[in-house]
């Protein structure tokens, strides 16, 4: 096993008799250094290819019947409200309807549940086609400000709604100013159905990134008036709905939650929705819906995640299949030194 | 300096009287080299003859303002270091971008904080500034090394004292004792020998390992003792300026009223070795960089590995697509700002400013687009090279610090003095080599001879060695029925039926430096047995009495050693010794020979005077000396080449032609260096003559004076009678059979020699003379042709420009990795042409390792450089550049897509803290490990497999298929990352309580998946893992986990606030989508890996399953066989003559009887 075997020849003879020197020079012996370090070295073996691909279809497959279940009880109702709500007359400008401070915006929608549902029933408002993860909007808010009382004129970044009259607005910046102003009042069999609006946000949100000693002053005050206005008087951290609103989206079409319903519906219960249609969207074009919706363990009604699961198991499945048949038809002994390159007939490898 | 007193006597002695040719021509400055030094006179004191040395005048020196004799060969000081390394970061185009992005950063267009652009381009920059300084520190310390060396200089009142080279100056006078190097370019003055020559040896400058003679001038030899220098005072020398000839000198020297001219004959240059001479007195002329050494040593040009020019190219590629979807990204700004701005209430488009205004959207685009150049940054892996530098230093530190390519006896470690091309080793196809103290020891011995017609010598040499263990071991792979024809005896001896023994291995215990020869019937007086002992006779004395050496006795022991001008010539006077004809003595005309089996009563001490001698130079491949013996009787003994001894042979001389040249091209094939040897008897009146001729011809003076003595010796050379033919060895170094190997490691790639001597007719063989020609415009395309038809093609005698011209054009030629090896200085242009240089360090001087990229103390660990430290670095770095595209893709385009959601407004999905963390702390570290720890294969196998080398050279680890295959990876996985994460996350509940996914949750669970994936991915691209990997890969993904939990306590986090805690640990789809984008984002490597292990599997893959399998302890036979084979094939250099031998003695076997076969391989 000597494959220095044949240098080895030269024997005593090119020694010059020089005696080892400057040994002290010589590398100290360590595992690390020698690159020797005990390692795992696994392999892909036929075996193992095969149990990896039925491993992960028998975990996938399973995720995936179970998260498409969880997706399925989910009820959903979808009402679009927004062309809807605009009324005849106004039906060629609705710019001109929804600017106008003199229509009135009240408008009633009538719901009709297709399934039962169990309480509770979170209500959502979605908007589309709004970019609430545009980068001019993103950037325009202050944490700080929304935080701490003391940087309550700290108004950078929240260019152009900064401040108004040189006062600074609070909360200042794009995000705040748009606040979604549509009002929902739900009503069953003629009985206001109670909508809790509580604990809608996340509870750190509330509790550390809204203060609960900084109020609105100079909000909406401005030139331009744009969303919903804020009472003065009850300190931010209670304004669950700027809150919730000031996450911005990820994408363009977005839900938001309105707040819960503790009622159980019933199949074919019809809901009144009375509600108030502040909120612009038809300059851009954006849709406007209200969605009553309950939730599982895994949330909302999203068909996708069991999917791609299955797909994905399955798949693993089909390739657990594919290379054991290929395994089968075109077997390769394990470490068959017939594959050896010098083994192999010189055919135009890559 | 102990037993200089001793010694002293014994070298005085005038040799000028018995050269010929080399040296003391008078000093007219009759030197024959190009060069002005003829007129030397005339041209002192004119502009570039500015030069004044006032010796051993320290005082009136001082007021010349020359430079001491410090050197240093770092490339920055301390205060140049930072601007100048900074400079040098930034000269890289893609630390340039970073740069440029930096500043921008400082500016409202760049989407991201200051810090996350600023902070990672610190920290790279940084560590490669760090890298640069540790690197020219090393090279400081080098310098140290050298500049305190010690030297004796005068200090005064004849006073010597040891001082450091640094603190030479011009004019001191220096005292150098035998086999130190000179420390400056020095005048010689005097030294031991009456006559004020020495030897020198100019190994760290040409090459040359023959010793050179210098003379001083007759006027200083008085100045022989220390004390003479008190009143040595009023020298002057006025010379040329500092320049890079080595072999000009121009200059007088003015002492006592008197000019003399000095020629190059007087000077010794820095950097060369004083040898066979006790001491000399010199008196320093040029100091530190105005040497000549230190003139001739070019800036090495810095060498970048192919595989990083490659890498070049695609970080230009990835600029290309950065401009691309940039483009895309601000027009698509525009076009939205344009159109949709407008009614974008929510923007307050009335209030924008210029970087947003719908009413000019060509400037805002143009805006944007700096913007989204620095967005998709992250499609520029900006810590790759900072990566690839770190881990070529780890490489480098272990290639420092392997411990199989450690030295015992030099005590010197393989040193990669640039980590550039660590992984440029393992490409390497073509090896350029000087042979002689690279390839062999240039230490000779003494095998074989044939006398008379009848070879003597039954020792092996190592070409037949190695023949008869390849035909040991593949045994079972030839066809012809060996069982009967090998007896195998534990692999150590293999008998031949026939009856010659190839002794193998460690049966072969010379105890005698240079002499191997075993044959009983010359040993002991046996010769006088034999039926031509006046013949052997002869031969021995010829060998005892014709040469030049000097023999040295060792008075503790009595015993002799010789100072031989060439080891072949001690070889044959240690042998000659062996056979019982010691010479033992030599004085101004004769020579003293101790003989012990010549006549009856034992030992008897013969002087023969020598008359004549006309010595080797490589134009006459001959030397001659004439004598005569105790008898009176005058005779001339000559030893030369064959050929220019058969072409000089009387017609009664040619008895044993025929005979012996069998046995020279016996010899030749087994790798000897021979010679012929054959003597000529001489009538009084026909030498007085003739000397009387010679001696008219040497007195000459004028340019034809050596074609004069060329002349009247070939007139005396003639009508020889052939004695017999020596067979040295050249030893090759130790492991340098590995030859073969590094043919191996090419398997068929090309070799080529530069060599000094053409020792055997394989291969293509060319001289310095040919060699020029075919170097010529029009000849050197079909050379290079005609060059790579041949496994190996030898160049002999050829210039240090000339080895450099052949590398540029091989490497030019074949456009492949070319390896230069060398040990002298005459192998630097070599060394830095060639895509690597590596010197061989510990032997002779520095020049060679100074100019090299890497230097190892001995040939063999070439193989060991090559095979395992080449093999591994370089998949390192391809998996690792490639991995590094990949990661950089994958993530650097989930945030293109989203700014198509996001109406191109360049916000990022990612908070910038996640981004700054990606490449420098999430995935740096376990790509680190790939590039440092990664091993395809333990290192045995790579040397028992060097087949496996051929990936390499191949380049199978970082093609275009490959590289792309990463990319289009890269890419699947983007789109996998980001839509499966869109369409998870749409616009439904994330939680039970109902709560719905902002930006920030989605950003995070995406970058968690990210995190996830690519270090799975790199997970599965590794197939070796130690604790280091396992901690690195799991330590990042931890890493994620623990600091998005910790910076979600703090503030600063925005909407990431406690989100893993609150808003994601919670929330089973963020999980789900973990585990599912993972899966799919590795899936399909996964098959591709999986199907082409199956059915195309790579060498290491099997022999990875092999070892898996410890078939190899299972199934031994297959795994010798496959060792071998793995091994074989090679027709190159030894091997080849390996080769031959064995097709000889196959061929012998079938004859049954004695063929002569001349193989040639080529």
């Not at chain 1, 390739?319 to 089968?328: D, M, P, R």
């Not at chain 2, 293109?896 to 990612?910: D, K, L, N, P, R």
């Not at chain 2, 590794?1022 to 890969?1033: D, G, P």
């Not at chain 2, 929330?1067 to 996964?1086: R, S």
């Amino acid at each position: 096993m000597d494959s220095h075997a044949a240098g080895s020849s030269s024997g005593g003879s090119g020694d010059g008799g020089a005696p080892p020197r400057r040994n002290s020079r010589k590398p100290k012996y360590s595992k690390f250094t020698q690159q020797e370090l005990p390692a795992c070295k696994p392999i892909l073996t036929p075996k193992w290819v095969v149990l990896v691909f039925l491993i992960v279809g028998v975990i996938f497959v399973p995720i995936g019947i179970v998260s498409l279940r969880a997706s399925q009880q989910v009820v959903e109702i979808v009402d679009r409200y927004d062309d809807a709500c605009v009324p005849a007359a106004n039906e060629n400008d609705k710019l001109a309807y929804i600017k106008n401070q003199t229509i009135p915006k009240t408008c009633n929608r009538t719901l009709t549940v297709t399934k039962d549902m169990k309480q509770p029933i979170f209500v959502y408002y979605q908007l589309d086609n709004f970019y609430q993860n545009h980068r001019r909007y993103v950037k325009s808010r202050n944490d700080g400000q929304l935080r701490d009382k003391s940087k309550a004129s700290d108004t950078s970044n929240c260019d152009p709604e900064a401040t108004v009259d040189g006062k600074p607005i609070i909360p200042c910046g794009l995000i705040a100013w748009s606040l979604f102003n549509d009002t929902y009042n739900l009503i069953l069999n003629n009985k206001n159905l109670t909508v809790d609006k509580k604990d809608i946000s996340w509870k750190s949100d509330r509790e550390h990134k809204f203060g609960s000693h900084v109020f609105p002053s100079n909000f909406q005050k401005g030139r331009l008036q744009g969303g919903k206005i804020l009472n003065s008087s009850i300190p931010l951290s209670e304004h669950e709905d700027l809150i919730v609103w000031m996450r911005t989206a990820a994408l363009p079409t977005f839900r938001k939650l309105y707040g819960r319903i503790y009622v159980d519906l019933k199949v074919n219960d019809t809901i009144t929705v009375q509600l108030e249609n502040n909120y612009n969207t038809y300059s851009f074009g954006g849709k406007k819906k209200l969605v009553l919706s309950t939730t599982t363990w895994l949330g909302g009604k999203n068909d996708f995640l069991g999917l791609a699961y299955l797909t994905v198991g399955g798949l693993c499945f089909f390739l657990a299949f594919a290379f054991t048949l290929l395994y089968l038809i075109k077997p390769r002994k394990l470490g068959d030194n017939n594959y050896l390159s010098w083994n192999r007939p010189p055919v135009g490898r890559r | 300096m102990g037993r200089s007193g001793g010694g002293r006597r014994r070298d005085r002695m005038r040799w000028s009287k018995l050269y010929t040719f080399n040296c003391f021509r008078g000093h007219h400055g009759d030197a024959g080299d190009e060069g002005p030094s003829s007129d030397a006179a005339g041209a002192v004191g004119g502009p570039g003859f500015s030069r004044v040395v006032h010796c051993n005048n320290p005082v009136l020196q001082k007021t010349l303002k020359y430079p001491t004799n410090y050197i240093t060969t770092t490339k920055y000081n301390i205060i140049t270091f930072f601007p100048k390394a900074i400079f040098e970061q930034f000269r890289r185009v893609a630390n340039l971008y970073f740069l440029l992005t930096a500043i921008l950063s400082l500016t409202p267009v760049c989407p991201f904080s200051p810090v996350s652009m600023i902070a990672p381009l610190a920290f790279v920059v940084g560590l490669s500034m760090l890298k640069e300084g540790l690197e020219d520190w090393r090279r400081f310390i080098q310098d140290m090394k050298v500049n305190n060396r010690k030297v004796a200089v005068h200090k005064g009142d004849g006073e010597f004292v040891y001082r450091h080279w640094e603190e030479l100056c011009v004019g001191d006078v220096v005292k150098v004792e035998k086999d130190q190097f000179f420390p400056a370019d020095l005048l010689l003055l005097s030294s031991s020998y009456e006559d004020g020559i020495c030897y020198v040896e100019t190994m760290n400058l040409d090459g040359e390992t023959n010793l050179k003679v210098k003379r001083s001038l007759e006027v200083t030899l008085p100045l022989e003792e220390d004390e003479s220098f008190k009143d040595f005072q009023e020298a002057v020398i006025r010379c040329e300026d500092p320049n890079p000839s080595l072999y000009t000198f121009t200059g007088n020297f003015e002492y006592e009223r008197q000019v003399y001219a000095l020629d190059p004959f007087q000077i010794l240059l820095r950097d060369s070795k004083l040898r066979n001479t006790s001491f000399i007195y010199g008196v320093v002329i040029f100091t530190g960089h105005d040497s000549k050494v230190m003139q001739n040593s070019t800036e090495s040009p810095s060498k970048r590995s192919r595989i990083e020019r490659k890498m070049d190219l695609i970080i230009y590629i990835l600029f290309t697509v950065l401009m691309l979807i940039s483009l895309i990204s601000s027009i698509g700004f525009a076009v939205r700002i344009k159109l949709d701005l407008p009614h974008w209430w929510y923007l307050q488009p009335q209030n924008s400013n210029k970087l947003d205004d719908p009413s000019r959207p060509a400037l805002s685009g143009i805006f944007h687009l700096i913007t989204a150049l620095i967005l998709y940054g992250y499609l520029i892996p900006i810590s790759l090279y900072v990566s690839i530098e770190l881990v070529k230093v780890l490489q480098a530190h272990f290639i420092n610090q392997d411990i199989h390519m450690f030295d015992e006896e030099t005590g010197n470690t393989a040193q990669a003095r640039t980590s550039n091309l660590n992984e440029e080793l393992g490409q390497v196809h073509t090896v350029l080599s000087d042979k002689t103290g690279t390839l062999t020891c240039n230490q000779m011995d003494f095998l074989k001879c044939s006398i008379a017609g009848v070879s003597y010598g039954v020792g092996s040499s190592e070409v037949e060695i190695a023949a008869a263990k390849q035909m040991a071991s593949g045994a079972d792979d030839h066809d012809i029925p060996l069982q009967d024809i090998w007896e195998e005896n534990n692999e150590d001896e293999i008998e031949l039926v026939e009856g010659v023994t190839f002794s193998v291995g460690n049966n072969r215990k010379p105890s005698i430096k240079g002499f191997s020869f075993v044959d009983d019937r010359l040993m002991q007086g046996n010769w006088n047995k034999e039926p031509n002992s006046s013949t052997i006779l002869l031969f021995f004395r010829i060998l005892a009495l014709c040469h030049t050496a000097i023999p040295e006795i060792n008075e503790a022991t009595g015993s002799i050693a010789y100072e031989a001008e060439s080891p072949d010539e001690g070889a044959f006077l240690v042998a000659a010794r062996e056979f019982g004809f010691e010479f033992f003595k030599r004085t101004q005309s004769s020579v003293f020979v101790r003989e012990k089996h010549t006549s009856p009563n034992g030992t008897t001490e013969r002087e023969f005077k020598i008359l004549n001698l006309l010595e080797f130079n490589s134009k006459r491949k001959r030397m001659t000396v004439i004598l005569k013996d105790e008898d009176g009787q005058i005779l001339l003994f000559c030893k030369g080449a064959d050929s220019i001894i058969f072409d000089r042979l009387a017609k009664n001389g040619r008895m044993y032609e025929v005979d012996t040249t069998r046995h020279l091209n016996d010899y030749g094939e087994a790798g000897l260096r021979t010679l012929a040897l054959s003597y000529r008897v001489l009538e009084e009146s026909e030498y007085s003559s003739w000397n009387a001729e010679f001696h008219k011809a040497k007195t000459s003076i004028g340019p034809d004076r050596e074609l004069q003595l060329e002349r009247v010796s070939d007139l005396i050379e003639r009508e020889l009678i052939l004695v017999g033919a020596t067979a040295v060895e050249d030893k090759l170094q130790k492991g340098a059979a590995k030859e073969s190997l590094l043919s191996q490691i090419a398997n068929g790639s090309q070799m080529v020699k530069l060599e000094k001597d053409p020792d055997a007719a394989f291969a293509l063989v060319i001289d310095g003379k040919a060699l020029a020609f075919a170097l010529e415009d029009d000849m050197k395309h079909m050379f290079l042709n005609l060059a790579i038809e041949c496994a190996s093609v030898i160049c002999c005698r050829v210039s240090p420009k000339q080895k450099a011209l052949v590398t540029r054009l091989v490497k030019e030629g074949i456009g492949q990795t070319t390896l230069a090896i060398g040990d002298g200085a005459n192998d630097v242009g070599m060394i830095q042409e060639a895509d690597i240089g590596v010197g061989i360090s510990g032997v002779e001087g520095m020049q060679a390792v100074m100019a090299s990229d890497f230097s190892i103390s001995q040939f063999r660990f070439l193989e060991r450089l090559l095979v395992v430290h080449g093999h591994w670095c370089y998949k390192r770095i391809a998996q690792m550049i490639c991995y590094f595209f990949y990661k950089n893709i994958a993530f650097g385009l989930t945030i293109f897509y989203f700014e198509a959601f996001a109406g191109f407004s360049g916000q990022s999905v990612y908070d910038d803290w996640f981004m700054l963390l990606f490449n420098v702390v999430l995935t740096s570290l376990p790509v680190i490990s790939l590039g440092v720890f990664e091993q395809d294969v333990s290192s045995e196998i790579c040397l028992q497999f060097p087949a496996l080398y051929q990936q390499g050279p191949k380049n199978l680890f970082f093609d275009w298929y490959r590289i792309l295959g990463w990319m289009g990876n890269g890419l699947y996985s983007s789109l996998a990352i980001f839509f499966l994460n869109l369409c998870i996350f749409y616009d439904q509940a994330i939680r039970a309580g109902g709560q719905i996914a902002d930006m920030a949750a989605v950003g995070t669970t995406m970058f968690t998946c990210i995190i996830w994936a690519v270090n799975m991915q790199i997970a599965l691209t590794m197939s070796h893992f130690t604790w280091i990997q396992h901690l690195f890969v799991w330590g990042s993904i931890s890493t994620w986990y623990l600091f998005i939990l910790a910076y979600g306590t703090t503030l600063r986090s925005g909407d990431n606030y406690q989100i893993l805690l609150e808003v994601l640990g919670p929330a089973p789809i963020y999980w789900a989508a973990t585990l599912l984008v993972t899966a799919a984002c590795n899936i399909p490597y996964l098959i591709h890996i999986s199907y082409q292990r199956s059915c195309n599997p790579l060498d290491h893959h099997v022999i990875q399953e092999i070892k898996y399998l410890k078939k190899d302890v299972e199934d031994q036979t297959m795994w010798k066989r496959e060792r071998s084979k793995a091994r074989q094939k090679t027709k190159i250099g030894f091997t080849a003559r390996v080769d031959a031998k064995i097709k000889q003695i196959k061929g012998r076997l079938h004859k049954k009887g004695p063929s002569l076969t001349i193989h040639t391989v080529s």
